[in-house]
């Protein structure tokens, strides 16, 4: 017998900086972050405010409006597109009667669900355990609420030091379980040096999986849901008698959770020690040009630079636009542009080679195959 899916409000703040269509579509992929959790959006919430208010995140008036639809409509699950400190996480709790996630959470969850193998539920156990440790205190307030502080404020406040010092053990644990597997990976990766190695790398779903078992002609798992992919599969691939590694990566996303990035470090590595980085981009987002900076960010951030890269515009058989009325005589922007103004627009002004494919349809496989093997030959003159 199927569970029924919880029914979600979803919480997002216009901050000075963000236009209202911006934080929509921020809260678009809440939505299927939301979805790809198992649960269902029935309603958003939207506050402007200079910044998130230090004790509830949205201001009083606005959370005792969601509090009130809360009830009326029985809501299960009330998700907030930014991660919550404890303290707001706590006063929140005390206004609504349902359970509070944040963003941080909500991917964790997620992570939860799909880690497959020992390391990465590693990885996902030590970063759930680095979000918890800060949090336990708000676990305990129900037992102040049933049944009164008095009596319970010393066992109480023992319990969660007990519980802190297992977690911090637990924390530690998990950790040199991660360099054992780390230490195991490095000296796996050493002994493929000799071939060149290409990461695919990008936002999550975006394809990576799609044109890993296209090129490698593998089986590995893909679905039109966010981090369909954890682990980092590595399969040997062959262009022209040419061969070479072909490894995929976790998909990147806004906001990573800090520890999440912390923890996939070692999967990170596969782009860090690649010798070239296959950047894909679903063309057909929307907000395209947002996802590149946030992977280019993150690659910046793991100390990733400087690396041949080709930028692989997917899902062009997905691809609109809104084509602009004659008499319209203000600039194009992305979204009036056609796919050859695109074109012709990212390869003027992109350093890096792009390429326009559809990795479903199979459409300019043969000019990727080609770029890709003429970049793979210069690796192979510098080795």
């Known amino acids: 017998m199927l569970k029924d899916k919880e029914n979600a409000v979803l919480v997002g703040i216009i901050t000075q900086n963000q236009r209202d269509r911006e934080v929509q579509e921020y ?29 509830t995140f949205v201001g009083t008036g606005k959370l005792n409006e969601i509090a009130g639809y809360i009830k009326e409509n029985k809501i299960n699950l009330l998700i907030f597109d930014d991660e919550l400190s404890p303290s707001q996480l ?24 799909r880690a497959k193998t020992a390391h990465s539920k590693i990885q996902v156990e030590l970063a759930q355990y680095q979000y918890l440790l800060p949090r336990l205190t708000r ?10 502080g008095i009596g319970m404020r010393g066992p109480g406040e023992t319990e969660i030091e007990t519980d802190r010092r297992v977690i911090r053990d637990k924390i530690s644990y998990l950790k040199e379980q991660l360099k054992q597997i780390d230490k195991q990976m ?54 022209e008698t040419t061969p070479f ?47 590149i900076h946030v992977v280019n960010q993150t690659l910046l951030d793991i100390n990733v630079k400087e690396k041949p890269t080709l930028l692989v515009f997917n899902k062009i058989d ?14 194009a922007t992305d979204e009036n542009m056609s796919l050859e103004q695109l074109k012709n627009s990212w390869m003027a002004k992109n350093n890096n080679p792009c390429i326009f494919i559809s990795a479903k349809n199979k459409s300019n496989i043969d000019i990727f195959r080609s770029q890709l093997l003429e970049m793979i030959t210069k690796v192979n003159l510098r080795k």
């Open 318 to 331: 997905a691809y609109s636009f809104v084509k602009k009325d004659e008499d319209d005589l203000s600039p």
């Open 245 to 291: 590694l072909l490894s995929d990566t976790v998909g990147f996303i806004r906001k990573l959770p800090h520890n999440l990035v912390e923890s996939f470090k070692s999967t990170l590595d596969e782009a860090r020690e690649s010798d070239i980085l296959l950047h894909v981009v679903d063309i057909s987002h929307s907000n395209f040009e947002d996802q």
């Open 27 to 55: 809260l678009d992929e809440l939505s299927f972050l939301t979805e790809t959790a198992g649960a269902e959006e029935v309603k958003r919430f939207v506050q402007k405010l200079e910044h998130p208010h230090p004790k």
């Open 186 to 239: 490095a000296t796996q990766r050493k002994t493929r040096n000799e071939l060149p190695r290409v990461a695919l790398i990008g936002y999550t779903n975006v394809g990576k999986s799609t044109i890993m078992n296209m090129l490698s002609k593998s089986d590995v798992f893909a679905e039109n849901k966010l981090f369909a992919t954890l682990d980092t599969t590595v399969r040997k691939v062959v262009i």
């Open 139 to 148: 676990m305990w307030t129900h037992l102040e609420r049933q049944q009164g």
């Open 90 to 113: 706590r006063n929140i709790e005390n206004i609504v009667s349902c359970k509070v996630l944040d963003r941080t959470n909500l991917i964790l969850d997620i992570f939860a669900q």
